[in-house]
């Protein structure tokens, strides 16, 4: 099993298997173009669980341009997308595939908290965001998603990651 960034270059593999893990397992699917745009403009964020060439996890992040929207005005990181295939579940690869992400959020872009939306109903993944990785729900927002289900607004402090990286690269 190999943890690695999600590639562009020199094909859109990458790109294709992670569209594929995600059609198998969310109702929330996306076009080319936007797995694309993620993986183009913020090509450190994009993780790929792979197993023997195949990719079997993923998450897809960006980070939130506080000039857009002045009710949130800090730097911020979104998790966009996140699975992992059934069989391959319960290893602790969403975990990894957050930490890199959430690591390089803070180091990189200096992302003072990290972002994501959840259904409520989803228990396995807010038990992954709740319990394993501390993030908190910040608001509940009604009718989120197409079908009427209200997601969990939730988010995760980034600062003790900066200063944590500020401390090692002294
Ligand atoms: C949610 C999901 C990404 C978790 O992936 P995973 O690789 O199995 O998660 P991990 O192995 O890293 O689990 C880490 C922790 O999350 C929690 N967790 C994960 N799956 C769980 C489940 N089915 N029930 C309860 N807790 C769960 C546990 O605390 C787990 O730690 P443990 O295994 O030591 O008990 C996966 O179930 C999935 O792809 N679901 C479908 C897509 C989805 O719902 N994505 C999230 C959209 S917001």
């Not at 183009?40 to 506080?66: C, H, N």
Request: net charge neutral; hydrophobic share 40%; glycine share 4%.
């Amino acid at each position: 099993m190999n943890i690695r960034l999600a590639k562009v270059n020199p094909t859109v593999e990458d790109l294709m298997g992670m569209q594929a893990c995600n059609l198998q397992n969310l109702p929330e699917n996306y076009t080319m173009k936007f797995w694309m745009y993620h993986a183009m403009t913020w090509p450190q964020l994009s993780f790929v669980a792979e197993d023997r060439g195949r990719i079997v996890g993923y998450v897809l992040a960006k980070i939130e341009d506080p000039a857009e929207d002045d009710k949130e005005p800090e730097i911020h990181g979104h998790v966009n997308s996140i699975s992992v295939l059934r069989s391959y579940r319960r290893l602790g690869l969403a975990k990894k595939l957050m930490l890199l992400s959430q690591e390089a959020m803070a180091s990189i872009y200096k992302a003072e908290y990290v972002s994501l939306h959840v259904r409520q109903s989803n228990k396995a993944a807010i038990a992954l965001y709740r319990d394993t990785l501390g993030f908190e729900v910040a608001k509940v927002e009604k009718k989120y998603y197409g079908d009427g289900e209200d997601a969990l607004s939730m988010r995760l402090s980034l600062i003790l990651v900066i200063i944590q990286d500020c401390i090692i690269s002294k």
